[in-house]
């Protein structure tokens, strides 16, 4: 076939759209749903800007093809908080140690953070670096990402506690 | 990228009526993590794209001795887990793969079918004498792994055939791994990737090897002389680097590319080795945690 | 060592404490969200995309261009082909009007746009290049600026004046007596080296989205770019139309790092794209686009000669530069002049002597790109003192303390024409040596390790002669409302470097409004006063200036009206931003801002005297003081 009629969750909302079935998941998201906070930035998923969570683990939302993503859920950037005024503790210790600059890696950077603190990471300067070599930033040099990363994950510990 | 006609069968003998239908038209979907980056560039355009996530019964892992590894099985699991302490070599290739995101959705199957010059995984699986069950129309047909890669992206795989499982023999007791990779940058393809297994005779010289590396040729590649040249050698008193220079050099055919120069390439081939030798040796004589 | 380690002045000052401090970025939320919205994720209603065909040769004339088959292909709306926009002008972001913006007869770049596929999706755009048939005669492809400059060798360029060959211009500087600092040297060292051609690769890359409405005659962009007004009247130009007809607005840019200026041929096809098809285009560049077609940084060569004495002083410099533009000179001849001005750094040097040509050559064109010319001078320069120390047999660092501008000989014009009148560079070594444990480094390196130090003048905050304009002005309003809630705005275009934030520190400063009563909007042509855009590290000092003037002006109109009010001297009075009022100082006595400017509006007979309404609008440019360089580079290049 070369048309299919997908249905998936996003955000936690049942979304229901006819596509190309050769529509990458990232376009879907940007194009059919208008979610434009995930990006696109590079040619062979090196990038990471368009990262999102499939059934809860981080992806490359440009190298799924929407049509793999039937059936599932999909949660991006623009369901990271639980509404306007509760961020989710990525995205405000993003803000509170001023990690980003242009903005542009910002929301595949937070979903990537998201998805390893949940799964229990602790990391400190260099181990966060390491484990973000999947989301390219070209402004910042990466230090105060780390720094955002590290005090997400207190922030988070202490709410688990 | 062009468009194409999308199968999502369920079963793998419906995959495998669909491989023998489309043959050469047909590319199988598995992580994806290779083959939409290569549909992307127009450097492929498949007529038919044969999904895989829906494949039931290609996901299953048995540890017994003997290990067997269902193709659509992700890095990540790999990485992690039961395989993680059954056989650590591969755990650590896997691991090693890219980022947290390519390991999510990247596959083992996927890794052998594509064949990457430096491919973390087909290295780790040549050194632990890995055979790989395909499928098609016409019947299984098992490969092994040591000379199943034999081109530019190319392996023994036929259009029509899908690769099921990966068999892990019983590692002989007592043997030591050794994994080390080279590359520029985190999370890139390593321009070299060396892996070995060694054996341990009484007075703690090797007794046997298997070693391949990545990026010392168009595709993964035991190194026979090196294994060879292996057998007796005194890891204390030896000077690995002659025996490697001797036994190794003459066998690598790195390509020139943007990363460097043949010559340039084969010396991190080479270095690569000799450190993954080295660790092999550490940790087979206990002197380092694995 | 981390960025956080470095010393930051952290004391609050002004009187709205903001000053000195770090708020948050008021961007911020929009990023974190996902929500701020970048050229590329604009999808105005019947959006059709742009796809650009470019050039598979280096350097050929057109001999056919054949769009016949693309046109029929599925989800093609139009097809532009050269002939289609040859009566377009020439464009540059330098002064010699040279690029087309689809290749007219010839090519001279691999990746140099020749058509433009506008179609209902990316894909039918993008499958419809292949529709596109080109035929070439090839020329000669010149990708090695020496042999461009070679007298037989083919011209890229012809018909200008001012270009000799393949020689897009020369800079010249001499001062001093670069005979005698040769002739009475006891060593001469003499080295070479080159630069590469380097992209800064800005996350997001060059994007542009169109409308023209046909009705109105009225062209919008929306565009990735540093310099909303500049391109604007680029645009219209270029499309022959009054400034008054275009507008041009930047929403979040990822990154620019001096890419984006000028008018680029994604921008141009867009608008003329949507002037054809009747709906908006966009035109967003792949990162191979970005990476290979592109404006990058200009390769150097530079053979470097210098005159020492024994005991170890720099007498004379003398180097030959060559410094590839690729195929377009755009603003490489500025950046030529900023790299030569800079050779002598903060080194105190008799006698300079430098030749330098800048190059036509086969390549995509290369121009601004942060740093402008100084990294490949300051690379050249502190390579060669490393080398110099060595043969003297001198400690790199002494080598440097020797040779630096000293302060007590301050103010002073180095021998590149630079005034120095403040140069704390013996402390900078100090300092610098000491945080990085430099002793300590370099007696415990391993093998195969370097450890460097390099000193330098960094150049910013004015510049009169990039594009060869003789202004470098900005401008910034202020509106206050009659709530006492204020709008900010300014032609400085952001790229991730916080303008708003600061900005709004700025006002409250001066204003007494607290932050959340600001609101700015930076780069929109149809809203923003006009300016030369953001580049060479200019907006706090220029853009940041005419604010404060902007500010300063509505405060002093407040002041005026609650100083007859409260029967006191203006001078008696100051801002207070947590109280959002006008106080006296030294007491608790004040008065609203929001009742003063609701007044100031709409209660004329309670204004002191004659003062009559107004709208609390106040728009300022700030031109720095810089000057236009001579010959010999000797110029001010200061911001205030």
Same mark, same amino acid.
């Given at each position: ?161 | ?101 390519? &390991?999510?959705? *990247?596959?083992?199957? #996927? ?6 010059? $430096? @491919? %973390?995984?087909?290295?780790? /699986? ?95 590649? &035991?190194?026979? *002389?090196?294994?060879? #040249? ?6 204390? $008193? @030896? %000077?690995?680097?002659?025996? /490697? ?46 | ?640």
């Amino acid at each position: 076939m070369r048309e299919l009629d997908i249905q998936m969750s996003v955000n936690e909302r049942p979304v229901k759209q006819r596509i190309g079935v050769n529509t990458l998941l990232r376009d879907f998201l940007r194009e059919d749903l208008e979610l434009t906070g995930t990006k696109g930035a590079c040619d062979d998923g090196m990038c990471g800007s368009c990262s999102v969570h499939l059934d809860g683990e981080v992806v490359k939302s440009c190298l799924v093809l929407a049509a793999d993503a039937n059936g599932r859920s999909v949660r991006t950037i623009e369901g990271l908080a639980d509404s306007d005024d509760v961020l989710h503790p990525v995205q405000q210790a993003l803000l509170d140690e001023f990690g980003f600059q242009c903005g542009f890696c910002t929301p595949g950077m937070a979903m990537t953070m998201v998805y390893l603190l949940e799964s229990g990471f602790q990391p400190d300067q260099e181990s966060a670096r390491e484990s973000l070599v999947g989301n390219i930033c070209r402004c910042t040099g990466y230090d105060r990402i780390a720094d955002a990363m590290i005090l997400a994950a207190s922030t988070m510990g202490e709410n688990n506690a | 990228m062009k468009s194409f006609d999308y199968k999502a069968p369920e079963t793998v003998d419906e995959t495998v009526s669909l491989l023998a239908e489309f043959g050469s038209d047909a590319k199988l979907l598995a992580g994806g993590q290779s083959l939409l980056v290569l549909m992307r560039q127009r450097l492929l355009a498949p007529g038919v794209v044969i999904a895989l996530s829906h494949v039931a019964d290609l996901g299953d892992i048995e540890l017994n001795g003997s290990s067997s590894i269902g193709s659509m099985v992700r890095y990540k699991t790999l990485s992690q887990g039961a395989i993680g302490s059954a056989l650590p070599l591969l755990a650590r290739s896997a691991g090693s793969v890219g980022s947290v995101h390519i &390991r999510n959705l *990247g596959t083992v199957g #996927g890794a052998l079918a594509h064949c990457d010059p $430096s @491919g %973390d995984v087909p290295t780790a /699986l040549m050194v632990l004498g890995a055979q790989y069950e395909a499928l098609s129309s016409r019947g299984a047909k098992t490969y092994d792994s040591h000379d199943f890669s034999v081109g530019l992206f190319e392996t023994q795989l036929a259009e029509d055939e899908l690769l099921v499982r990966v068999a892990v023999p019983p590692q002989p007791e007592g043997a030591s791994i050794g994994y080390q990779r080279f590359s520029y940058r985190e999370g890139e393809y390593p321009m070299a990737v060396a892996a070995c297994r060694l054996e341990w005779d009484s007075n703690g010289r090797c007794s046997a090897a298997t070693v391949a590396v990545g990026g010392g040729d168009a595709f993964p590649k &035991r190194l026979p *002389g090196v294994e060879a #040249g292996l057998v007796g050698f005194d890891f204390d $008193s @030896g %000077d690995l680097e002659s025996l /490697l220079q001797d036994v190794a050099r003459p066998d690598l055919y790195a390509a020139a590319d943007i990363r460097g120069g043949a010559a340039w390439k084969e010396k991190v081939v080479m270095v690569t080795l000799g450190r993954a030798l080295r660790e092999g040796h550490a940790l087979g004589q206990g002197r380092v945690d694995a | 060592m981390t960025v956080k380690d470095v010393k930051t002045r952290d004391a609050a000052s002004g009187p709205s404490g903001l000053l000195g401090t770090s708020i948050p970025n008021r961007d911020g939320r929009a990023i974190v969200t996902g929500r701020a919205k970048y050229t590329v994720d604009l999808q105005p209603p019947r959006l059709a995309i742009g796809k650009i065909y470019r050039s598979q040769v280096g350097h050929a004339l057109i001999t056919s261009v054949d769009a016949s088959r693309a046109r029929e292909m599925e989800g093609v709306l139009d097809v532009i082909v050269p002939d289609d926009v040859a009566h377009l002008p020439l464009v540059s972001t330098g002064p010699r009007l040279e690029m087309p913006l689809l290749a007219q007869g010839k090519v001279r770049y691999v990746g140099e746009p020749i058509a433009v596929v506008i179609g209902e999706t990316e894909e039918a755009a993008e499958a419809a290049l292949a529709g596109i048939t080109v035929e070439y005669e090839n020329l000669p492809l010149l990708l090695d600026p020496e042999l461009a400059m070679e007298a037989d060798a083919v011209l890229i360029h012809e018909g200008y004046d001012d270009v000799d060959g393949n020689i897009a211009s020369r800079q010249n500087t001499k001062n001093g007596d670069i005979d005698a600092a040769f002739a009475n040297a006891d060593v001469v060292m003499s080295e070479r080296f080159q630069t590469t051609k380097q992209h800064a690769m800005p996350l997001e890359t060059h994007a542009a989205v169109a409308t023209w409405d046909l009705d109105a005659d009225f062209i919008t962009l929306w565009s990735s770019t540093q310099q909303s007004h500049v391109l604007r009247d680029t645009v219209a130009r270029v499309f022959s139309l009054p400034s008054s007809k275009v507008r041009v607005i930047k929403p979040y840019v990822g990154g620019a790092f001096g890419h984006k200026t000028g008018l680029n041929p994604n921008e141009a096809m867009a608008i003329f794209g949507s002037k054809r098809t009747g709906r908006p285009v966009k035109i967003a560049l792949s990162r191979q686009e970005e990476f290979a077609c592109t404006v990058s940084r200009n390769p150097q060569d530079r053979r470097v000669e210098v005159a020492l004495s024994k005991e170890g002083r720099i007498l004379g410099w003398r180097e030959k530069i060559i410094q590839d533009a690729g195929a377009y000179a755009g603003i490489s001849a500025s950046v030529l002049g900023l790299s030569s001005w800079v050779t002598a750094g903060p080194y105190d040097i008799a006698a300079i002597d430098l030749e330098a040509v800048l190059v036509y050559t086969n390549k995509p064109p290369s121009g601004a790109f942060r740093g402008f010319g100084n990294p490949q001078s300051t690379f050249a320069r502190e390579l060669m003192l490393d080398m110099c120390a060595e043969r003297l047999g001198i400690d790199r660092v002494e080598f440097r303390r020797m040779n630096v501008i000293k302060k007590e000989s301050l103010p002073k014009r180095n021998v590149n024409g630079l005034l120095m009148k403040t140069l704390p560079i013996e402390e900078a070594i100090d300092i610098a040596t000491e945080a990085i444990g430099w002793d300590a480094l370099n007696r415990n390196k391993g093998p195969n390790t370097g450890v460097g130090l390099a000193l330098m003048i960094e150049w910013g905050g004015g510049c009169r002669w990039v594009d060869a304009w003789d202004s470098d002005m900005s401008s910034s309003a202020v509106t206050m409302h009659p709530d006492g809630s204020v709008f900010v705005t300014s032609d400085a275009a952001d790229s991730g470097q916080g303008h708003a934030t600061v900005f709004s520190q700025i006002v409250a400063d001066v204003l007494g409004v607290p932050p959340d009563k600001i609101d700015v909007s930076l780069a929109d042509t149809a809203t923003s006063p006009y300016g030369l855009g953001t580049f060479a590290s200019r907006t706090m000092v220029v853009q940041g200036t005419a604010l404060f003037k902007a500010a300063t002006r509505i405060r002093d109109q407040l002041f005026e009206i609650a100083a007859a009010d409260l029967e006191v001297h203006v001078d008696d009075l100051e801002v207070d931003s947590s109280e959002h009022r006008v106080r006296v100082k030294g007491t608790d006595i004040g008065k609203s801002i929001a009742e003063l400017a609701a007044r100031t509006h709409l209660a004329k007979g309670s204004l002191p005297g004659d003062t009559q309404v107004s709208a609390l609008v106040a728009t300022e440019t700030h031109d720095t003081p810089s000057e236009v360089p001579d010959a010999n580079g000797y110029g001010n290049f200061a911001g205030n």
